[in-house]
């Protein structure tokens, strides 16, 4: 009889640890996918400002040659 439930609890904490082994496998699949998102949007946040500096940069350059004498005349 102890053999039996020796073996009993044996078994169940075998699943247990299956489980648990999986259910970690699982935590670093989504750990791993989290960090791939946050790089994402990381390098979407950069190029978003590029973005916005590139729209300064040619508003700016747009109003110098606006400026210049004999702006809109063609050489």
């Known amino acids: 009889k ?3 439930t020796l073996h009993r609890n044996g ?8 489980k648990i ?3 970690k496998l699982e935590l670093l699949a ?9 790089d994402v949007l990381k390098r979407q946040k950069i190029h978003l400002e ?8 040619e508003e700016e350059f747009t109003r110098a ?3 210049r004498p004999g702006a809109g005349v063609d050489v």
């Open 21 to 23: 082994h999986k259910q």
């Open 65 to 67: 040659l606006n400026c």
């Open 50 to 57: 590029a973005a916005t500096l590139l729209g300064f940069s």
């Open 2 to 4: 102890k053999i039996e």
């Open 11 to 18: 078994e169940r904490l075998f699943q247990e640890n299956k």
């Open 30 to 38: 989504i750990f791993k996918k989290q960090n791939q998102l946050i």
